[in-house]
């Protein structure tokens, strides 16, 4: 039996990667989706049995606890999301910032912020955007296409982690993904898949390694994320910034939107929060405390 990672699923056939850096093309045992087995996704962790040596091909017979998953795009396992926010063109939408930090935050994912395109920056936009984000903690990264040596910052946080990239259509990702590929991609055989991608939007979700380890997630379509499924009363611990003041409101539940004597308002008139992420904050409070009033409605 044999271990990889799956770095491509097409039409029932799994690319599964050793870390000798074989490929394997697998399919799933019939009795393992009998069992109530789940399907495999890209980034999953698997055993196999090898049926064919020669033509590498393999039967899947174990898929690994998963640290996480999505459906959409379908995808498990990622220890970091890259948010990329452009300067400019087009103009940040730091509600989805925000959201997808959430989402980061409910699956157990790190954050990593990349202001991109300052090459356009001519009012300080980068450090306003940064100034809402500085206090969560995150690592916030700075780049334009113009200047390739500040991508090794990125590359360093790319090592050993298994990282996805999301953020707004037109802020940058194609161009962050073909300059991390072109630089640091180890060569596992997915040249061909490499060269193709140019010319293709992306419509399947496919890993590629890193040359010091790790691997980067090309997936189509991860800017439309749902924050419904977090419940309002938990919505205070997906912001890592608000952490000092949970415990210190006057009120036990305070949903630090509108009660006297808030530590996490409080927060925001020391300057230790930045007001407009609070403002945020309470518009996706009073959303998912809505959706909650009305569950048993239609
Ligand atoms: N000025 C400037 N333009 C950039 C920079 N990075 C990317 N662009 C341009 O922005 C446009 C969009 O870039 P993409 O990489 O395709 O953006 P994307 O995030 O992949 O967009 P979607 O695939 O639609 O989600 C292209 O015309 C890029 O050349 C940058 O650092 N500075
Ligand atoms: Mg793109
Ligand atoms: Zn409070």
Redesign the pocket.
Known sequence: MLKGIITKGVGGFYEVLCDDNTTYTCKVRGVYRKDGGITPLPGDIVTFKVLDEKDREGHIEEIKERRNYFNRPPVANIDQLVI?IAVE?PNPDFMLVDKLIITCMSKNIRPLLVI?????DKSNGAEEIASSYRSTGFPIIY????EKDKYEDLHRELTGHITAFA?Q????????LNIVMDNWLMDTGEVSDKIKRGRH?TRHVQLFKLDEGGFIVDTPGF?SFSINDIEHDELENMYPEFEPAIGYCRFKGCSHTCEPDCAVRELVSEGKLDERRYNRYVELYRQLKENFDNRYKR
């Open positions: 990329v063109s991109n395109k300052t090459d356009l780049l334009n296409k113009f953020g259509s037109g802020v940058g990702k194609s161009t962050i939007t800017s």
